[in-house]
Nanobody, 127 residues
Framework: QVQLVESGGGLVQAGDSLRLSCAAS??????????QGWFRQAPGKEREFVGA??????????ADSVKGRFTISRDRDNDKNTIYLQMNSLKPEDTAVYYC????????????????WGQGTQVTVSS
């Protein structure tokens, strides 16, 4: 089993920065995850892809809506199995619950590509 735990959400103003963390744990975590991704879901909307990073940290992908503002990185201390979502120049439209996900698929942009999900963390950006 794999567990994903997000942290770091909060209330910020437009233009501010925020960093989210996602820690992966479990006996089979290294065999079970090829990519970890971030998704977000605003009220009344479908969950949408934000970005993803490979287990090695060598490959990353981003949604067009966040390119240049958001960066995903992986903690180089592999025992921590933690990824980060650095969000800069935040906009009110970035307001959503942000979810961390992990899975064995080599595809990364849809919810069906992931097997494990965190509980989500709220990010609210005021104008």
């Amino acid at each position: 089993q794999v567990q994903l735990v997000e942290s770091g959400g909060g209330l910020v103003q437009a233009g501010d920065s925020l960093r989210l963390s996602c820690a992966a744990s479990g006996r089979t975590v290294r065999m079970s995850i090829h990519y970890q991704g971030w998704f977000r879901q605003a009220p009344g909307k479908e969950r949408e892809f934000v970005g993803a990073i490979s287990w090695s940290g060598e490959s990353s992908y981003y949604a067009d809506s966040v390119k240049g503002r958001f960066t995903i990185s992986r903690d180089r201390d592999n025992d921590k199995n933690t990824i980060y979502l650095q969000m800069n120049s935040l906009k009110p439209e970035d307001t959503a619950v942000y979810y961390c996900a992990g899975g064995r698929s080599w595809r990364v942009t849809t919810t069906h590509d992931y097997d494990y999900w965190g509980q989500g963390t709220q990010v609210t950006v005021s104008s």
